[in-house]
């Protein structure tokens, strides 16, 4: 007997990656629509600049959405009935947020000082439920790599 999804969950189904039929059923009508704000936001701030790629990473954290150049920009993780977005936040990153750390918000804030540093960063693993989540989330990703100027 299959047992009920339970908030954040992922998904795990390994036979293919989540399409956005799925996606949407997975994570809910309001989150997907925060999922693909945010997917918009990054394609018309970062035009050509990331191929996304479905990544299956194991049977408990299932599948997510990794933005990558040369190093890791964001991972967009989808779980029942929410979504969140992982931002790793090396030296530098570290650096910058601290300089402006009276200008996020606090619940921002809080979860960076409660999150664990590695030796490649702080792991900041965000829930979007809300347009002020993704603001967050838009800031935190140019502090990491400032979007390329427009050559109008």
Do not use: N
Not at 31 to 39: D, I, M, P, S, T
């Amino acid at each position: 007997m299959e047992q009920s999804p339970k908030i954040g969950d992922r998904i795990t189904d390994k036979s293919r990656s989540p399409d956005d039929s799925t996606l949407r059923d997975w994570i809910g009508p309001k989150a997907f629509g925060h999922w693909a704000e945010l997917r918009k936001w990054i394609e018309a701030h970062y035009p050509g600049v990331f191929e996304p790629e479905w990544l299956f990473r194991g049977k408990k954290r299932g599948w997510s959405l990794r933005y990558k150049k040369s190093r890791a920009f964001c991972t967009l993780l989808p779980e029942y009935r929410l979504f969140s977005v992982e931002v790793v936040l090396g030296t530098a990153e570290r650096e910058k947020f601290e300089a402006r750390r009276y200008g996020w918000r606090t619940e921002l804030v809080k979860l960076y000082d409660e999150a664990r540093a590695y030796p490649d960063g702080k792991w900041l693993k965000v829930a979007i439920s809300s347009a002020v989540d993704r603001h967050d989330v838009t800031e935190l990703l140019s502090l990491k790599r400032p979007p390329p100027r427009s050559r109008d």
